[in-house]
């Protein structure tokens, strides 16, 4: 059978994917690239906003107009807060709820009748075509999340926290890095939370993951700024972990942050940033930010973007406010005019350019090791521009000759200048 697996939302899907394509291998089918190519079709849906809903039912709409043959499962948060409209949708053969996603391919076997003999070869390098041809992986380690910020439905979709055992992600860990995978992101609904089911945390992984695996490169997804275990921070010794965290602030207002019911105050958001900056030399953070929550005003919102500016982020994913039914903020009064939220959300994307900007040039001049990625632009007279990443998340930019590929190798190179979205960089031995 040839499967087409496609996602929408966060790392956590893209993770979620990951292990299905195995999986799928594993039972004897192959992983196709191509939708039109394939006979089952599995979507992993997202329903973070109300537009993330709407393209998730356009996507199931799309992918069955495309090849109407195919069947079709939906899974996601989408599907599992809208269960009976996600079935409804012309094409759907099966509707897979995100607690059930531990069984979607069983599931997705038994309940459409594909069971087959496997028929691939599962030597090591051989199970997930799906990862062939990439340079990272990611890998889910924790689902659920205990809190509920009033804006926030993935933590309805999701459901309680639960943390997968530290063994079970050595493991793939290790057999990704057998196929090949150079650089391996944990993902989780709130990643700070892993272990509180299990009786140990983050760091407690972490430390196995460094310890264990040889994995080169060991990033981490989106983590809230809380929960922080107390020798967390000393991991980043290891030069293995890279030197970059995302930490969704959401507002720099006390005030706003209350009513979002985050947990972590600008003071306490300050002081970690410092410690990540003192102790290791261009830490990159990044963040996202909520322009227009419900009852921002003026103050709260010049308030914001001075914290902001203050902090310093290399990025900033930006958001601007819209209601999302089932949340509390939904019902919050003083919703803030479309208006006021463009204009708002304007000055941020421009302080945020500005920010990225001062980011990157901190970096020119600095000798780094860069993994090299397979895509690549095609230039005149023979050459080709590919692009890689730095320890702190940098993309970089090198020209190479068209017959050369240096796709998943990790090379020292010179950042030389900015460019629009990218360093440059020559790598070291050339220079």
């Known amino acids: ?48 906003t109300q537009d993330a ?34 079935a409804s949708l012309m094409g759907v053969d099966l509707v897979i709820s995100n607690k059930d996603k531990d069984q979607l391919v069983e599931r997705t076997l038994t309940e ?122 000393t991991l980043f010794e290891n030069p293995r972990l890279m030197p970059h965290l995302h930490l969704p602030l959401q507002s720099g207002s006390d005030t706003v942050l209350r009513r979002m019911a985050r947990r972590c105050k600008t003071e306490e958001f300050a002081t970690i940033v410092k410690q990540l900056r003192v102790q290791i030399p261009h830490f990159n953070i990044t963040t996202d930010i909520i322009v227009g929550f419900p009852g921002e005003t003026e103050e709260e919102w010049q308030a914001s973007y001075d914290f902001i500016k203050q902090i310093g982020f290399g990025h900033i994913h930006i958001f601007t406010y819209s209601s999302r039914e089932g949340t509390k903020a939904a019902t919050l009064p003083n919703q803030v005019a479309t208006e006021i939220k463009k204009s708002r959300s304007q000055q941020l994307h421009n302080l945020a350019n500005t920010m990225k900007q001062a980011f990157c040039q901190e970096n020119v001049g600095k000798l780094f090791p860069v993994l090299w990625e397979g895509y690549s632009e095609p230039l ?6 590919v692009f890689g990443y730095t320890p702190n998340y940098l993309k970089v930019a090198s020209v190479i000759n068209s017959d050369e590929s240096i ?25």
């Open 407 to 431: 796709e998943n190798q990790t090379l020292m190179t010179q950042l030389t200048t900015v460019e629009d979205g990218y360093m440059v960089g020559y790598r070291a031995e050339f220079r």
């Open 112 to 233: 459409l009748n594909m069971e087959v003999m496997p028929a691939m070869s599962t030597e090591p390098g051989e199970i997930s075509l799906f990862t062939r041809g990439r340079q990272r992986a990611f890998v889910k380690v924790q689902d659920g999340c205990r809190y509920r910020c009033t804006f926030c439905i993935v933590t309805v979709a999701r459901g309680e926290e639960s943390s997968r055992p530290v063994q079970a992600v050595l493991d793939e860990i290790n057999a990704l890095h057998q196929q090949g995978i150079t650089e391996v992101i944990l993902t989780g609904v709130h990643l700070g939370g892993y272990g509180s089911d299990l009786g140990n945390n983050l760091s407690d992984l972490i430390s196995a993951i460094l310890t264990e695996t040889t994995i080169p490169r060991l990033r981490l997804g989106s983590l809230e700024p809380w929960e922080l275990p107390d020798n967390f921070f």
């Open 1 to 48: 059978m040839k499967v087409h697996l496609k996602t929408l939302g966060c790392r956590l899907n893209e993770a979620e994917l990951e292990t299905w394509a195995q999986a799928f291998q594993k039972s004897g089918h192959q992983i196709m690239r191509q939708a039109e190519a394939a006979n089952l079709i599995v979507i992993n849906s997202c329903a973070v």
């Open 380 to 385: 005149a007279n023979g050459k080709q521009r």
């Open 53 to 86: 809903a709407r393209k998730s039912r356009q996507l199931v709409r799309r992918i069955h107009r495309d090849n109407p043959q195919a069947k079709l499962v939906v899974s996601g948060c989408y599907a599992t807060l809208n269960q009976e409209e996600a």
